[in-house]
């Protein structure tokens, strides 16, 4: 059973850095992209970057490029999502999400993370 937790979210002045891991994909060996997306309350679900489990795609959304970067850590199996010169319009709940596609898309994803919330304050 796949289980997607986010970490590393949290409160930081703009300007500031945050990064955001997502774990729990690796217990599917199936599993071909792992996907960041931010929501804010009323809106719609924004993609942010998506990544290859083990490479292949590896792309940022043009709303954040040069500000954020996606990785994966072979290591700690996590795909970490480094956010930098954070501005308070990047103030959203993240979430991570994992499928056997890839996607910018929200609905092609079937695994989803709880979300963690970034706040930036000017």
């Known amino acids: 059973q796949v289980q997607v937790v986010e970490s590393g979210g949290g409160s930081v002045q703009a300007g500031g850095s945050l990064r955001l891991s997502c774990a729990g994909f690796e217990y599917s060996y199936d599993l071909r992209c792992v996907a960041w997306f931010r929501q804010i309350p009323g809106r719609e679900r924004e993609g942010v970057a998506v990544r290859g489990i083990g490479g292949g795609i590896k792309s940022v959304a043009a709303s954040v490029e040069g500000r954020v970067t996606i990785s994966q850590d072979h290591f700690k199996n996590t795909v970490d999502l480094q956010k930098n010169s954070l501005k308070p319009e990047d103030t959203a709940m993240y979430y991570c999400?994992?499928?056997?596609?890839?996607?910018?898309?929200?609905?092609?994803?079937?695994?989803w993370g709880q979300g963690t919330q970034v706040t930036v304050s000017s």
């Open positions: 999400a994992a499928d056997h596609t890839c996607s910018w898309s929200p609905n092609a994803y079937t695994y």
